[in-house]
């Protein structure tokens, strides 16, 4: 059902305890050594769920809640398949009367007391809920996910972490495990469902419901620069912010890379205009973030293009004598051909030269052609004297 293979190397050791202390959890699993202690009372479930905490247990999802509900969850559903008697913890009226939101309920928490009994029972709640929403399958790919440690907010490429073996680069990870923060990003890329109200009705303290609303802006903001950026990726600095929540950092590089673009969208739409070939250096340097750099580039590529229309639109229709005699020795139009050779060549002050060449020889042709005539007549006058 959890869709990840039996997580320990070694074998699973189970041990009797005994406490002292009443409020005693009847299990607990120790994930470094492979070991679920058990009390002397406790009947077979408590070591399904322990069994289950092999898997969720601070290594795949960071929070409490989140271990111990879908601990619970997946426990209660192996009991169930092999028909062993399970105690389901139960969301009453009287539990909920302790609610507090589930990112309140710590591990400092006294064993027993009413916030514990209603973290589990919440927790459960909270877990069976986000099944029927999603799908056991989708929860399976998010646990795949975690366990990998990649994060949400792939590249389209990337997107899919059972299929990184088909793709060029392998997709983007996490240092750690994810967070309520990670878990929500990866449910809803899963799932393409907005859960923002659930985590608000059941995760969220009243301090961390601010971020929620950036998030949803951040997103918003992060599917228009997708849009617009096209086939160019966006640089994983962004990708990294937001699966930070660091929205303040994401809006700020997301505008930078939405200034680039429309940058990129000017001088290819003059270099189709100028029938002219530009490079994919600045594509490269914005999918590395270097969004200074791109930006320059594409300034230097729109300043070259700019001499080679102002050259072009020098050129005149006029075939007067005068002018056909200053064009004799003359090659403009090879010369627009040599500038965009090298604009092509990201050769820019040869590019502007040659381009500069051109317009010269076009915009003098008349004044030259009237200089050499005025010279031959002159040399000729001469002769005949």
Same mark, same amino acid.
């Given at each position: ?60 999802? &960071?929070?409490?809640?989140?271990? !111990?509900?879908? @601990? ?23 539990? @909920? ?12 928490? #006294? ?15 909270? /877990? ?15 646990? &795949?996910?975690?366990? @990998? ?16 073996? /088909? ?6 990870? +996490? ?6 923060? $990670? +878990? +929500? ?25 601010? #971020? ?13 620069? *997708? ?28 505008? $930078? ?14 270099? !189709? ?34 001499? *080679? ?15 056909? *005699?200053?064009?004799? $020795? ?5 010369? *627009? ?15 502007? /030269? ?32």
């Amino acid at each position: 059902d959890i869709g990840v293979g039996w997580p320990l190397d070694g074998p699973l050791v189970v041990a009797e305890s005994a406490s002292r202390d009443d409020g005693a959890y009847a299990g607990v699993f120790d994930p470094a050594e492979g070991r679920m202690e058990v009390a002397y009372w406790a009947g077979s479930d408590v070591m399904i769920n322990q069994a289950a905490h092999a898997w969720f247990n601070g290594s795949l999802l &960071a929070d409490r809640w989140a271990d !111990e509900g879908f @601990a619970t969850f997946y426990a209660l559903r192996a009991a169930a398949e092999m028909g062993r008697a399970a105690e389901r913890p139960a969301l009453t009226d009287e539990v @909920a009367a302790a609610a507090v939101p589930l990112n309140a309920w710590t591990r400092d928490e #006294p064993p027993g007391s009413d916030v514990d009994t209603y973290g589990y029972a919440a927790s459960l709640a909270l /877990a069976t809920a986000l099944e029927e929403r999603v799908g056991a399958e989708v929860l399976a790919s998010v646990w &795949a996910d975690a366990q @990998a440690r990649v994060g949400a907010s792939q590249p389209p490429a990337a997107a899919d972490s059972r299929a990184a073996a /088909a793709v060029a680069d392998p997709p983007e990870t +996490l240092a750690e495990a994810p967070d309520w923060r $990670g +878990l +929500l990003d990866l449910l809803e890329a899963r799932s393409g469902e907005d859960l923002t109200g659930v985590w608000r009705e059941w995760v969220v303290r009243p301090e961390e419901a601010a #971020p929620l609303d950036a998030r949803a802006d951040a997103r918003s903001t992060y599917a228009r620069t *997708i849009a617009l950026a096209g086939p160019w990726r966006l640089p994983r600095s962004v990708r990294d912010a937001l699966r930070a929540w660091d929205f303040e950092t994401a809006d700020s590089l997301m505008a $930078g890379a939405r200034t680039v673009i429309a940058q990129r969208d000017t001088v290819e739409q003059m270099a !189709e205009r100028d029938d002219a070939t530009l490079t994919t250096t600045m594509q490269t340097l914005f999918e590395s973030g270097a969004m200074a750099e791109a930006s320059t580039h594409a300034e230097r590529q729109r300043a070259a293009l700019l001499a *080679i229309e102002e050259a072009v639109a020098a050129r005149s229709a006029d075939d007067d004598i005068l002018s056909r *005699i200053g064009m004799v $020795g003359e090659r403009p139009e090879q010369s *627009i051909r040599q500038a965009k050779l090298l604009l092509a060549q990201d050769d820019f002050e040869g590019s502007t /030269a040659a381009a500069g060449r051109a317009l010269r020889a076009w915009t003098v042709a008349w004044e030259e052609g009237r200089r050499r005539a005025l010279l031959g007549l002159a040399v000729l006058a001469m002769l005949l004297v």
